[in-house]
């Protein structure tokens, strides 16, 4: 068994009828047990990549190994996969347990009914939903659904879990929930798990690691820490984190970067961070709010035009170049709206890309 490449996606393409090219030769593996969510903006490829992992899309190119065998030509059916639709997909006339069981009853999973039903009440009582049994789908809350569905995905043992955006019709706080519960329920099930989703703090919070797509290409393959310290690129940047990072048009010029309206030098950037050698010319320099905050030797004067509170911290939002950019502070910091702050940068944390995105501090 290769434990590392449990799924392995090899030079995967896809081009629908039309003509659109929505995966672009991607490539990338999964380690056995891990959960691994596929992130990316509305309209990137995540579930177009699902549905060929999950045989009901075929590749144009590329090959999809589980466990090290190439399944391209395998049925869904004997892919050994279990799948968990957006909108749960349960049969409406069936009560929960037959929804659950209902796996076991067909095709290659069949078991005896008594075992079949014993195996549903596992799952269900993993997945908290033993005393609604008998119930309709109908009658259960979003968040009930979902977990018959995660029971029903589950009960035939598959080998690999897919799960397609399970939690965007819940609300805000059942999602926080359900998220966890799902993390805890693969982990102690062992299942390799592939999670779409285009919430990145979603994905932050349960991936043991991210896939970020934008149109139909990786962007950066990696654990949650790496994308939000250390990002690939602009748009990785830009992707991960809340608030949103800030942005500044730069000019490099000898030894000074400077902005509109205030300038650091060159020689202050902690040189092991330089990718490459910082030419002259135009960039564009980031920085997350927590990294730009209040300090007497500031180099950038700004004047608070709006304060947010969102929990245990404050931002402080301000004007530059005409857009808005964001101070993160904590709850303490007096600072109000019209205040007129001096603003540091930590210049070991921020980021500075070409304007074509790619990363060169
Ligand atoms: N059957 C199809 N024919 C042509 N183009 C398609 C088809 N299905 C999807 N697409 C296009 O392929 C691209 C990827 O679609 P896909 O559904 O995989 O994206 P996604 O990342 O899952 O988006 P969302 O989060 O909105 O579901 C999109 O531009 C979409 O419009």
Same mark, same amino acid.
């Given at each position: 068994m290769n434990e590392e490449k449990f799924v392995e996606v090899k030079d995967l393409r896809k081009v629908y009828?039309?003509?659109?090219?929505?995966?672009?030769n991607v490539s990338f593996s999964v380690k056995k047990g891990d959960l691994v969510c596929l992130l990316g903006p509305s309209g990137c490829g995540k579930t177009t990549i699902l549905n060929m992992l999950a045989g009901l899309l075929n590749p144009t190119s590329g090959e999809i190994l589980f466990d090290g065998k190439n399944v391209v030509n395998v049925e869904p059916k004997d892919r050994e996969i279990g799948y968990v639709f957006q909108n749960y997909a349960l049969y409406p006339h069936m009560t929960v347990l037959q929804n659950v069981m209902f796996p076991l009853t067909v095709g290659k999973t069949k078991r005896p009914k008594e075992e079949a039903e014993k195996i549903a009440k596992k799952y269900m009582a993993l997945t908290q939903i033993t005393d609604l049994a008998n119930q309709k789908p109908g009658n259960l809350s979003g968040g009930q659904q979902q977990r018959v569905a995660i029971a029903r995905a589950l009960v035939g043992e598959p080998k690999i879990l897919l799960m397609d955006? $399970?939690?965007?019709? &819940?609300d805000a706080r059942l999602r926080l929930k359900i998220r966890e519960e799902i993390r805890a329920l693969v982990k102690e099930v062992g299942i390799t798990t592939l999670f779409v989703t285009h919430d990145q703090e979603e994905a932050l919070s349960i991936g043991d690691k991210i896939i970020l797509f934008n149109n139909g290409v990786i962007q950066q393959d990696d654990n949650g820490q790496n994308f939000y &310290?250390? $990002?690939?690129n602009h748009f990785v940047a830009n992707f991960i984190g809340n608030p949103v990072i800030d942005n500044f048009a730069v000019t490099v010029e000898k030894d000074e970067i400077k902005a509109s309206d205030f300038t650091i030098k060159v020689s202050d950037l902690d040189k092991q961070r330089l990718r490459k050698q910082l030419v002259d010319g135009s960039y564009i320099l980031s920085v997350r709010p927590e990294n730009i905050t209040p300090a007497d030797n500031g180099e950038l004067a700004a004047k608070i035009v709006d304060v947010e509170l969102i929990g245990r911290e404050r931002i402080l939002k301000f004007n530059h170049d005409g857009q808005q950019a964001r101070s993160l502070v904590n709850l303490e910091v007096p600072i109000k709206a019209g205040d007129k702050v001096r603003l540091k940068l930590r210049l070991d944390r921020i980021f500075i890309f070409t304007p074509e995105g790619e990363r060169i501090y």
């Open positions: 009828d039309n003509g659109h090219e929505a995966i672009k955006e $399970p939690l965007s019709n &819940l &310290l250390e $990002p690939k």
